[in-house]
């Protein structure tokens, strides 16, 4: 597929105005852009760099979104966190809150509880899984990661 110079495909761009034309109101476009950290920390210090006694001028926050292509808010609520860690004392951390608490939790297995199954519910990983009441696949999962099996 073809681009133009703004990265957009021009039969995408061309359906689009079509559409927006028919229904005679244009929708706004998405602005959802997930930042890093080092994209957050740099909005931080261009608006730290920006205000004057903790202020920000009027214009200060639409510039950054502006350049960053994020929504009005993510660049709010990084300005509101670093003001509130200033104010605590605390050295200013922007980085994001989703780091490690997105995704499938990991399935705990207690490795006590193995031993005390008799050894003919344990000698197979289907009747240990029963057994443990987690499925086959998390428990060779967890062995092939993290226990070791001992032969008897």
Not at 43 to 60: D, I
Not at 115 to 141: C, E, G, Q
């Amino acid at each position: 597929m073809v681009q133009d110079q703004q990265g957009i495909a021009p039969a995408q761009d061309e359906g689009t105005n079509a559409r927006a034309e028919a229904t005679g109101v244009e929708q706004p476009q998405r602005l959802r852009n997930w930042l890093t950290d080092a994209q957050r920390y740099a909005a931080y210090t261009s608006l730290h760099a920006k205000s004057k006694r903790g202020k920000l001028p009027k214009t200060a926050t639409k510039e950054v979104v502006a350049f960053f292509h994020t929504h009005i808010r993510v660049i709010q609520k990084i300005w509101k966190t670093a003001r509130e860690q200033i104010a605590l004392g605390l050295e200013v951390d922007v980085s994001s809150k989703k780091t490690g608490r997105c995704g499938r939790k990991p399935a705990e297995i207690d490795v006590s509880r193995i031993t005390a199954i008799p050894l003919n519910r344990r000698s197979t990983l289907r009747s240990l899984a029963k057994s443990l009441d987690v499925s086959i696949s998390t428990l060779h999962r967890k062995f092939k990661l993290e226990l070791s099996l001992n032969k008897h």
